[in-house]
C-alpha cells in the first residue's frame, strides 16, 4: 500500500477540490491509501457530499493553515498545527510515502528542506514541472523557480534528478537532456551555461544531447530541460502566458461575427484536441526534487482533475523508487569521479 499524505487546507479551493481530486485518484489506484490533513468536520462534509464510504482515506485533524499572505519561513516555524507541517511530519516520521500540495510555494519549499531534509549529495531542491509538448507527452523543466542563482553542480544535480523523474513518474526510457540557453553551439551563453554544457557532457546516468534553445520546451525534441530557477520560471510563465493568449484569441475570433460562429462549430472537433494538448490540468504539478521523499507542488488554483493528476504523481514516484533511483546516479557519480 502507497500511502500519500495531502495537505487538505493548502490552495484557493480548499479542502473541496483537495478532497474531490483524492476521491478520483482512489479509484484510479487500488493500493493508494490517503491521509487527508486539515479541518476533519469540513474534510468529511466534502467526502459525505461525494458519497464516498471513506475506505482508504484517513484524516488527520489539524487547526492551522499557512496561506499566500504568511512568509514562509515564520509560517512553518510557528504554525506546527498547520495542515502542511503536520503532513511533511508524518512524511518525515515514515507514515506517509508522499505528499501533495497546493499551498505556498515558498512554505512548501521550506518545510521540504526544515522538515523533511534533502538527500545526501544534493546540493539543492528543484522545482519541476511538466511542460505538454506537440510530440503528445511532456518535458520536463528542471529548476522552474527554486534557485534563483546558481552553480554548475547545481544544475548538473538537476540534469541527475529530472532524469530519475522521468523515468520513474513517466515512464522514460532514457531521457533526452538539454540545456536552456540562447543558442545550441558550445560557446553560447553565460559562463555559468558554458561550465554547465561542459560538465554534462561527460556526467554519467545523463543523456545530454547539448545546448537547447526554449522554443524546444514544448516541441519536445528533448525530455528534460535544466535550467537555473530564474531563467526557468521566466520560460514557464511565457508558455503559460502563451497557452492562455492564443486561447482568448480563439475565442474572440470565432465570436467575432455569424460566420466565423459557424466555422467554430465545424472546428469542434480540432479546437478540442488543441485545447486537451495543451491542458495543464492533465499533467499535474512541479515534483520537488531532491528531499528524502517525493513531494509534489500543485498549483494554487488547482481543480480536481489537477489535484488528482498530483496525487498520482507522487503516488508513482514513490511505487517506483524515485528516490532511489537518484540516490544510485549519485553514487555512480561519486564512483565516476573516484576512478578518474
Do not use: W
Not at 534563483?148 to 532514457?174: D, I, R
Not at 520560471?233 to 460566420?259: D, H, L, P, Q, T
Amino acid at each position: 500500500m502507497i500511502r500519500i499524505a495531502v495537505d487538505a487546507m493548502g490552495g484557493d479551493f480548499a479542502p473541496a477540490e483537495q478532497v474531490a481530486g483524492a476521491v478520483e485518484a482512489l479509484k484510479k489506484h487500488e493500493d493508494l491509501h490517503l491521509i487527508l490533513v486539515g479541518d476533519k468536520a469540513l474534510i468529511e462534509e466534502q467526502l459525505q457530499a461525494l458519497g464516498y464510504d471513506g475506505k482508504r482515506v484517513e484524516i488527520v485533524h489539524t487547526t492551522e493553515v499557512i496561506t499566500m499572505e504568511d512568509e514562509p519561513a515564520k509560517a512553518v516555524k510557528t504554525k506546527k498545527d498547520s495542515s502542511l507541517v503536520v503532513a511533511f511530519n508524518l512524511l518525515k516520521d515514515g507514515v506517509a510515502d508522499g505528499l501533495v500540495s497546493s499551498g505556498s510555494t515558498g512554505a512548501v519549499l521550506t518545510a521540504g528542506v526544515l522538515r523533511l531534509g534533502r538527500i545526501k549529495g544534493i546540493s539543492r531542491p528543484a522545482l519541476c514541472p511538466a511542460i505538454p509538448n506537440y510530440q503528445g507527452g511532456v518535458t520536463l523543466l528542471c529548476d522552474c523557480g527554486a534557485n534563483l542563482e546558481c552553480k554548475p553542480v547545481n544544475l548538473m544535480h538537476f540534469a541527475m534528478m529530472a532524469t530519475a523523474y522521468g523515468q520513474a513518474v513517466f515512464g522514460m526510457q532514457n531521457p533526452r537532456v538539454g540545456l536552456l540557453n540562447n543558442g545550441t553551439e558550445d560557446h553560447k551563453g553565460l559562463e555559468l551555461h558554458r561550465e554547465v554544457n561542459e560538465l554534462l557532457k561527460h556526467t554519467p546516468c545523463v543523456n545530454y544531447v547539448g545546448n537547447r534553445e526554449g522554443r524546444e520546451l514544448m516541441y519536445g525534441d528533448v525530455d528534460v530541460m535544466v535550467s537555473d530557477g530564474f531563467t526557468g520560471n521566466i520560460a514557464m510563465k511565457s508558455v503559460e502566458g502563451c497557452g492562455k493568449a492564443v486561447s482568448s484569441i480563439m475565442k474572440r475570433e470565432y465570436k467575432r461575427n455569424m460566420f466565423t460562429m459557424l466555422s467554430a462549430l465545424v472546428s469542434k472537433g480540432v479546437i478540442n484536441k488543441i485545447r486537451k494538448s495543451l491542458d495543464y490540468e492533465g499533467v499535474g504539478g512541479a515534483m520537488l526534487l531532491g528531499l528524502h521523499k517525493a513531494v509534489v507542488k500543485g498549483h494554487g488554483n488547482s481543480k480536481k482533475k489537477a489535484f488528482s493528476v498530483c496525487i498520482t504523481q507522487a503516488y508513482n514516484a514513490a511505487k517506483e523508487g524515485m528516490v532511489d533511483k537518484i540516490k544510485a546516479m549519485l553514487e555512480q557519480v561519486q564512483a565516476d569521479g573516484e576512478q578518474a
